[in-house]
């Protein structure tokens, strides 16, 4: 069965840092961009970051500068660092695969990824 696994979310003050993890199970997914989105209570699911199988990664506005998505093709994981954290960041994380292999580039759109975990809670307190 193939699934994408997050881990590393947590509850952490105002200005601390996290390190979320997702593992690919299953299959590997080296060939696909890789995004992270985030949902918070009563919002939509918005994109935060996406690595591409090749070429620069990609940041929403809000993140730009704080996060940094990276990625091990060797253990199919992709890694999502969180650093000054607020709690305008409180939300559950996804990470998804692309639904096309090798496209250029990263897409923002959640209906572009057809492969999501299963979530992890980010909980920043002030």
Same mark, same amino acid.
């Given at each position: ?16 840092s996290?390190?979320? $993890?997702?593992? =690919? ?30 070429? @620069? ?19 199919? =994981?992709?890694?999502?660092?969180? @650093?000054?954290? @607020?709690?305008?960041?409180? =939300? ?18 959640? @209906? ?12 920043v $307190?002030?």
């Open positions: 069965q193939v699934q994408l696994v997050e881990s590393g979310g947590g509850l952490v003050q105002a200005g601390g996290l390190r979320l $993890s997702c593992l =690919a199970i299953g299959r590997t997914f080296s060939s696909y961009a890789m995004g992270w989105f985030r949902q918070a209570p009563g919002k939509e699911r918005e994109f935060v970051a996406g690595i591409p199988w090749g070429g @620069n990664t990609y940041y929403a506005d809000s993140v730009k500068g704080r996060f940094t998505i990276s990625r091990d093709k060797t253990e199919s =994981a992709v890694y999502l660092q969180m @650093n000054s954290l @607020n709690p305008e960041d409180t =939300a559950v994380y996804y990470c998804a695969a692309d639904r096309i292999p090798r496209r250029a580039g990263v897409r923002s759109a959640a @209906n572009e990824y057809d492969t999501w975990g299963q979530g992890t809670q980010v909980t $307190s002030s």
